[in-house]
């Protein structure tokens, strides 16, 4: 017997990862095995409450019957092909999303961070082509604390150090304001300002819900000065908040609407650009695309997740169960909770005392419920939007026995 052999099934699982996987993520230890609805199991037989859902991406829990259903029908037909050629799924899936969204195009991608380049892309060239800016003089306004993914271009205009150190040089051409703050926006507003990028409500950031009518304020100012209103809805979007997109509770159509993470029902990577016409028209053939954007498989299961959000139910549940989830978290008797903050079916909980985030995740993964830090102080939560309401409250009863 080997001395990994004498662990637990936990521990060998977790000593194996390690041992050729790079530490880019510092992961609870736990190993799931299963997953169903808005539970997992792992390794061991335990059972957990899933109040992380992949960071949004799971907003249909584990396996949801439906879209597993899509996933298999797709397998059994037709899987990949690249965009050299037609396929029947991707059809379905820009003209649903279009609908959804109020806008007319859509250009899809695999990773959010990957829709967050498009949308760079495509509004430095269309600053170029119909605004009329300089040749490689554009520029877009950032938000302070935004968090938009993890390539060389997007930690270029991160303000965490940690996603920036060592990483330069970095990509210019962007400028960055405080998050919430309409006069600064308006202020740093050139004549070769193309976009403004923005989380509707920063999620990374700890579920930081801008000032009512910061997006309502930044579209007008955007129109007004001919500047692209682009929302960063990946995490926000999709049912997340009680609607369809954060934006919609200001009464908000972006210019153009980046997603990811739910839109591929927590099966398989899909992100999308979601914009006017106009935008999107300097976009050639072979000025930009993704070998896997758009293929059979990952647009039979975003049609499904369109066909779902288009009926409505999930935002629905959102809407319902926000209120005694956000209101479940405050009336807790937690001495170091200062804070609660969310929108939806999301919150984040302000840690300030004896215990940091990471502390109470572990104490959180003690009662059976798995969720996530972010900056230490926060902890984040975004349950499955298909929980149901005994499942609700007996996350928040083993929230609150964690956080006593
Ligand atoms: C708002 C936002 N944008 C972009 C991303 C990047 O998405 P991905 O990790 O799929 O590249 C994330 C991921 O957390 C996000 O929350």
């Known amino acids: 017997m080997t001395a990994i052999d004498a662990l637990s099934p ?9 041992a050729h996987g790079v530490r880019n993520y510092a992961p609870l230890p736990v190993v799931l095995r299963h997953g169903e609805g808005v539970w ?3 390794v061991e037989g335990r059972r957990y409450l899933d109040l992380l859902a992949a960071y949004s991406a799971l907003n249909f829990g584990h396996r949801h019957p439906r879209l597993v259903a899509a996933a298999k029908a797709q397998l059994d037909t037709l899987t990949l092909t690249s965009r050299a050629f037609h396929a029947e799924p991707l059809a379905r899936f820009t003209e649903g999303l279009a609908e959804l969204a109020g806008l007319d195009v ?3 991608m695999n990773t959010g961070a990957e829709a967050v380049e498009t949308a760079i892309k495509a509004s430095r060239r269309w600053g170029y082509d119909v605004k009329g800016v300089a040749p490689d003089r554009a520029r877009i306004i950032v938000a302070d604390g935004n968090f938009h993914g993890r390539t060389t271009t997007i930690v270029s205009f991160s303000t965490d150090a940690d996603a ?3 990483f330069g040089p ?3 051409g962007f400028d960055v304001v405080p998050f919430g ?3 600064a926006l308006e202020a740093a507003i050139t004549e070769d300002t193309v976009a403004f990028l923005v989380e509707p409500i920063q999620g990374e950031g700890g579920v930081i819900i801008p000032p009512e009518g910061y997006l309502a304020g930044a579209a007008a100012i955007c129109r007004e000065h001919g500047v692209l209103l682009i929302a960063d ?3 926000s979007g999709l049912g997340r908040t009680g609607e369809t997109f954060a934006c919609d509770h200001e009464g908000v159509t972006p210019d153009v609407l980046v997603l990811g993470k739910a839109l591929g029902g927590g099966i398989v990577p899909v992100s999308a650009v979601v914009a006017r016409e106009e935008v999107m028209a300097p976009i050639t053939p072979g000025s930009h695309g993704s070998t896997f954007g758009g293929n059979p498989f990952a647009a039979a299961v975003g049609a499904e997740v369109v066909a779902m959000l288009a009926e409505g139910e999930p935002q629905a549940r959102a809407r319902e169960l926000g209120p005694t989830f956000l209101e479940g978290l405050r009336a807790l008797d937690a001495p170091d909770v200062v804070e609660v903050r969310g929108r939806g079916l999301w919150a984040g909980v302000e840690i300030a005392g004896a215990r940091t985030g990471k502390e109470c995740c572990y104490a959180l993964l003690e009662q059976g419920v798995l969720a996530k830090e972010t900056h230490e102080t926060t902890l984040r939560f975004a349950p499955p939007l298909i929980i149901s309401d005994p499942e609700l409250d007996e996350a ?3 929230v609150g026995r964690a956080l006593a």
């Open 106 to 108: 859509v250009l899809p």
């Open 40 to 42: 997992v199991t792992d």
């Open 164 to 166: 920036r150190r060592g």
């Open 10 to 18: 936990t521990a060998q699982a977790i000593a194996r990862a390690e």
């Open 396 to 398: 928040l009863a083993r």
């Open 170 to 172: 970095f990509t210019p």
């Open 233 to 235: 809805e990946i995490q």
């Open 181 to 183: 703050d309409l006069d």
